[in-house]
């Protein structure tokens, strides 16, 4: 007689221990997955952000140069504007030595901004590209574990029905003489 424990109520279903670690697998597998995915999804954009950045800086399209700078050249322009103001504010602005400072205020402004063009953020291209990297290898690692989950999960379900097929085959050749692992 053959029951849901296999022949004879021999074998034929996992253990609750098998079948708690095949869940426990299986749960790992689906944290693996999403988180993995997720990791490399914001690695992938993170780079993307740096690679825009340099594609902007190596454009040699000035506006576009400009623009990838643009905070610290606003930063520039703003203390130069008040540099101006406060001199307008002692007298006139176009004689004296008034003229002559906003002409030289104009021009360390002006080379201010030529030197946030060239090396003002590239640190920060650089650590985008790093943490994208990072993130990168953080979703690849959580990838691998949801693949080593897998296979282990399938690995114990294996073991299992094998186990159980050859306890059925004992007794088979216990009880009738035959069967088992005979060549």
Do not use: C, H
Request: charge should be neutral; avoid cysteine; charged fraction near 10%.
């Amino acid at each position: 007689m053959e029951s849901d424990e296999g022949f004879m109520g021999i074998g034929g279903k996992n253990s609750n221990q098998q079948n708690q670690s095949i869940g426990n697998l299986n749960n790992l597998f689906n944290f693996g997955m999403n988180a993995g995915q997720n990791a490399i999804s914001s690695g992938n954009s993170s780079l993307g952000a740096a690679g825009s950045y340099w594609s902007s800086l190596l454009s040699g399209n000035k506006a576009s140069m400009n623009q990838a700078v643009a905070p610290e050249t606003n930063a520039i322009a703003s203390a130069g504007d008040a540099q101006r103001r406060q001199q307008a504010s002692l007298g006139t602005a176009r004689g004296g030595g008034v003229s002559g400072g906003n002409q030289q205020q104009q021009t360390s402004q002006n080379a201010a901004v030529d030197n946030a063009l060239f090396s003002a953020r590239p640190a920060a291209a650089a650590g985008a590209t790093q943490v994208g990297g990072a993130q990168i290898g953080e979703g690849t690692n959580l990838l691998n574990t949801a693949s080593s989950a897998t296979a282990n999960a399938g690995k114990i379900a294996t073991d299992a029905r094998t186990q159980a097929a050859q306890e059925q085959q004992q007794v088979i050749k216990d009880i009738f003489g035959f069967g088992g692992n005979s060549v």
